[in-house]
Structure formats: C-alpha cells, structure tokens
C-alpha cells in the first residue's frame, strides 16, 4: 500500500490520490439539458475538473438536483491545520465503563442544564438522558455516571447550588440562543458564580451548543467545549479521562506532603 503524502492530502475516490469528490445541490431551472450544463458550469467553477452528471431528479416544476462526480485537482495540507476542537481518541461505551471502574471507582456525578432564558433543552437531553443521541444513550445509561438534568430556562444560581448540593463532579452547560451574545453572558455568569462559590478547581466545567467551541469554551473559563456532531460518548471520554487526571494528580501531591511531613 502505497504511504499517505501528509502535507499534500486528496480527496479518495476509487484509489489513493485521485481526487474524486461527490457533490451534490438543487439548482431553480428545469429538469433537461440546460439545467445539465449549468450544474457541469457550477462545477467547473468550484475548481472540479472532469466532472459528470450521474443523477439529476425533477423536484417540482423548475427544480432539479443534481449529483456529480468530478475530480479535485489541488491537496490540502494536514499537518498545517490548527485544532481548536476537543482533539481526543474516543473510548465506546464498554470502554468508557472498564476505564472509571479502574480509575475512578465511584459514580461520577454529573449536574447539567440549558441556563439563563434559553428554552433549547434537546441538546442538553441528548448528553444526559438515557434515550441518548443518535441511537447513543445519554450519560443516564452508563453505570459510571449519575446524571441530574435540571432541563432548560435554568437560573445559573439554581444549577451550582444543586451542584453543591449533590456534591458533583461535573456542571454541564448547554446553550443554543446566541443572539446579542446571550451564550458569552450566561457561560460567564456561570464560571463567575462557580468561582465565587469556591468550586472552580474542584469542579469540571463543560458546555456545548451549535455554536459553543472548545476554543471559545476555555476563554470564557471552561475545561472543554463542544459543538454540532458531538455525543454522548464524546463527552463520557473527555468527563473520564478529565476526571481520572485530578484524582491521579491528588493522589501524587498527597503522598508528596505525606513524604514532607515524615521527612520533618
Ligand atoms: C427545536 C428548536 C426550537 C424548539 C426547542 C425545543 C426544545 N425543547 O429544545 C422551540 C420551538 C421551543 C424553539 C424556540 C425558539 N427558538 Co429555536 N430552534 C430549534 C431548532 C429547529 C433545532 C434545535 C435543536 O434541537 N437541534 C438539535 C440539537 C441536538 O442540536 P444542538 O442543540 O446543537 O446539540 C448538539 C451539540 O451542539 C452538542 N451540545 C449541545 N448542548 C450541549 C451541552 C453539553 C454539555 C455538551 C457536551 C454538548 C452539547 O451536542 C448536541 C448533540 O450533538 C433550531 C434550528 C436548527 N435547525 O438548528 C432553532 C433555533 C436554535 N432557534 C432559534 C430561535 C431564535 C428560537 C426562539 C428565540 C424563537 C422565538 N423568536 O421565539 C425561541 C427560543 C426562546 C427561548 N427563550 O429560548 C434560532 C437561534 C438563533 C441564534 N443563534 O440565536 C435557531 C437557530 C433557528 C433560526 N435559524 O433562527 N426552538
């Protein structure tokens, strides 16, 4: 098999390299030839070379869709894209269940809501209940978790204090509406509270919605972001490992003061 060139990745059609895409889109003309020669022109003009018609379907009167073939002359350089995005190999579900049984050992308790006015509560329901996401259950399912979802149009107030309340390990946040930057406002007023509480550092804090980053996540003070694609999987791998690290991390600066101590 011949090596992957790295830094001059393209498309895989039939064999390595040869730059064979697939697209597809509706165009307002009329099932025919006409319309066959606009969608090759639209083609062309994207940069595709070589490219055919294999499908083209009569929507209504003036719509078609079209499917093409075509070939990407170009190559994309994979070693220069910059990851913002959560960058972690993630554990299946049996994966996610044998790693907290080894290194964590108790439920891990998780607390989440969609805050402030934001109604949008499918996303948060995606992470967190047990009907899941995508046929992918929710943290509700695994046995390493304890899940509370407190829904949406939840007071930031009213979603640390159950966090203190049932001692979490995690507060998950997820926000959708993001007119006049409602999210930034509602993430901030959220790290503001947690932090005033005294919490921060013992609490993992994740949040999620269409247009939640990793990258704007940690600036607004978060551990981790995530954004459309994202399931519950995804975030159980991130919550494990993010929470296995603290406790290894403490357990090494224990025995550290327990060697000062006797050394003194
Ligand atoms: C369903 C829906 C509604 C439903 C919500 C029902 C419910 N119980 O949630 C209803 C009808 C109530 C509604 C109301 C409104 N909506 Co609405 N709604 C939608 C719609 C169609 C789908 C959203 C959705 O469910 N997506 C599916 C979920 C699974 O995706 P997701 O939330 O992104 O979640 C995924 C990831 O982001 C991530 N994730 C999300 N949260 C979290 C959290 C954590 C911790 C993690 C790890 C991951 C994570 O994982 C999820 C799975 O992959 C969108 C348009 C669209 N097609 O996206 C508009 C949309 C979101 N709505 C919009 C608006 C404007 C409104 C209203 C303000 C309309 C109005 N004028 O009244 C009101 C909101 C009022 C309010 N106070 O919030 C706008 C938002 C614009 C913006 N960016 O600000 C959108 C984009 C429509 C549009 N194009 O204008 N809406």
Redesign the pocket.
């Known amino acids: 098999m011949r090596a992957v060139d790295l830094e001059r990745v393209r498309p895989y059609g039939d064999h390595l390299d040869d730059g064979i895409v697939q697209i597809s889109f509706t165009l307002p003309v009329p099932h025919g030839q006409a319309g066959r020669k606009c969608a090759l022109e639209l083609a062309a003009r994207l940069g595709l070379e070589r490219a055919e018609v294999v499908h083209q379907q009569r929507l209504r009167e003036s719509y078609t869709h079209f499917l093409l073939y075509g070939r990407f002359a170009g190559s994309i350089d994979y070693t220069a894209q910059q990851v913002d995005e959560l960058d972690l190999e993630y554990l299946s579900e049996d994966e996610i269940e044998a790693y907290a049984a080894e290194h964590i050992g108790r439920p891990i308790v998780v607390v989440?809501a969609?805050t402030?006015?934001?109604?949008?509560?499918?996303?948060?329901?995606?992470?967190?209940d047990l009907k899941g996401?995508?046929g992918n259950r929710g943290l509700e399912g695994y046995r390493a978790f304890e899940a509370h979802n407190l829904g949406?149009?939840v007071p930031n107030s009213t979603l640390v204090a159950k966090a203190i309340e049932l001692d979490a390990d995690a507060i998950?946040?997820?926000?959708?509406?993001?007119?006049?930057d409602?999210?930034i406002h509602n993430l901030t007023e959220l790290v503001e509270i947690v932090e005033a509480e005294g919490r921060r550092k013992r609490t993992i804090l994740?949040?999620?919605?269409?247009?939640?980053s990793n990258e704007l996540a940690k600036e607004l003070g978060f551990d981790?972001?995530?954004?459309?694609?994202?399931?519950?999987h995804?975030?159980a791998t991130?919550l494990v490992r993010e929470l296995a690290a603290r406790i290894a991390e403490q357990s090494t600066l224990s025995e550290r003061d327990a060697a000062v101590q006797a050394a003194g």
């Open positions: 989440g969609c402030g006015s934001d109604t949008h509560s499918v996303g948060i329901d995606a992470m967190l996401f995508h949406s149009q998950l946040v997820s926000q959708t509406v993001t007119q006049q409602l999210h994740a949040c999620g919605g269409s247009r939640v981790a972001g995530f954004s459309r694609g994202t399931y519950p995804h975030l991130f």
